[in-house]
């Protein structure tokens, strides 16, 4: 049997009628970089969303180092500690500074004293290159820095999988590098990392392996050479001419 971190069978969500996840079978493994890409309304953030229980799936399981997290003995706020992501928006607090945004979390949910998780938080706001402004609040910074913001306070609550939700669409472009090189020194430290993303060069360079989904289904998956190098399926080939320009 596989040991994956985490594992998604028979994964199905639905909005009313309008199923926008269907039968939804994959597993991640500890240190393994998976990139989810496919077209806007494919799925791939809901099915984010649905790993972070910020959806509630409507049929199917998502397991949690084996252990199912709809499960009533299960701990959310736990998980969610050790499941961390990262928005499209940031979602950061406005009315804290980026060392704040980095401390809430680790002493609420932790249990953290203020001292231990504000030396965590410096640790990570270093990492991704925030040290000179853990005072600056999210309206003092460009949308680059609030994501390294938001990264480090992920990375702050030390968990053991990292879902970005398409880290980099609200960038303006100058400043998707410097958000996707942080992105790549994770990948190179060995974290585990779901990358749902419209980025094909950091897809086809960093993962481990890629999934492309169409129309709330695994169209596809497989190494970046397969993936981007010979896709089996005519939509995947679509999708990547569009995106690849061959």
């Given at each position: 049997m596989d040991d994956f971190?985490?594992?998604?069978?028979?994964?199905?969500?639905?909005?009313?009628?309008?199923?926008?996840?269907?039968d939804i079978n994959f597993g991640v493994k500890k240190g393994e970089v998976v990139s989810i890409?496919?077209?806007?309304?494919?799925?791939?953030?809901?099915?984010?969303?649905?790993?972070?229980?910020?959806?509630?799936?409507?049929?199917?399981?998502?397991?949690?180092?084996?252990?199912?997290?709809s499960s009533k003995s299960f701990n959310i706020r736990r998980y969610r500690a050790k499941v961390g992501m990262v928005f499209q928006s940031f979602n950061l607090f406005d009315n804290m500074t980026a060392l704040g945004n980095c401390t809430a979390g680790q002493m609420k949910?932790?249990?953290?004293?203020?001292?231990?998780?504000?030396?965590?938080?410096?640790?990570?706001?270093?990492?991704?290159?925030?040290?000179?402004?853990?005072?600056?609040?999210?309206?003092q910074l460009s949308g680059g820095q609030k994501q390294r913001v938001a990264i480090a306070r992920t990375l702050s609550?030390?968990?053991e999988v990292i879902l970005f939700d398409e880290p980099t669409s609200a960038l303006d472009p100058e400043m998707v590098g410097e958000?996707?090189?942080?992105?790549?020194?994770?990948?190179?430290?060995?974290f585990?990392?779901?990358?749902?993303?419209?980025?094909?060069?950091?897809?086809?360079e960093v993962s481990d392996r890629v999934i492309f989904m169409d129309a709330g289904v695994i169209a596809e998956q497989g190494s970046p050479e397969q993936i981007f190098g010979a896709p089996e399926q005519q939509r995947t080939r679509e999708f990547l001419s569009r995106y690849l320009g061959s």
């Open positions: 971190v985490i594992e998604l069978r028979h994964l199905k969500k639905k909005f009313g009628e309008n199923t926008v996840l269907s890409i496919g077209s806007s309304g494919s799925g791939k953030s809901t099915m984010l969303r649905c790993i972070n229980l910020l959806e509630t799936p409507t049929d199917g399981k998502i397991l949690f180092h084996g252990t199912d997290i949910v932790l249990g953290k004293t203020r001292a231990d998780a504000e030396k965590t938080a410096l640790e990570y706001l270093s990492k991704v290159g925030m040290e000179q402004f853990i005072n600056a609040r999210p309206r609550m030390g968990p958000v996707l090189n942080v992105m790549r020194r994770l990948a190179g430290a060995g585990t990392m779901l990358v749902v993303t419209h980025e094909m060069a950091f897809a086809r």
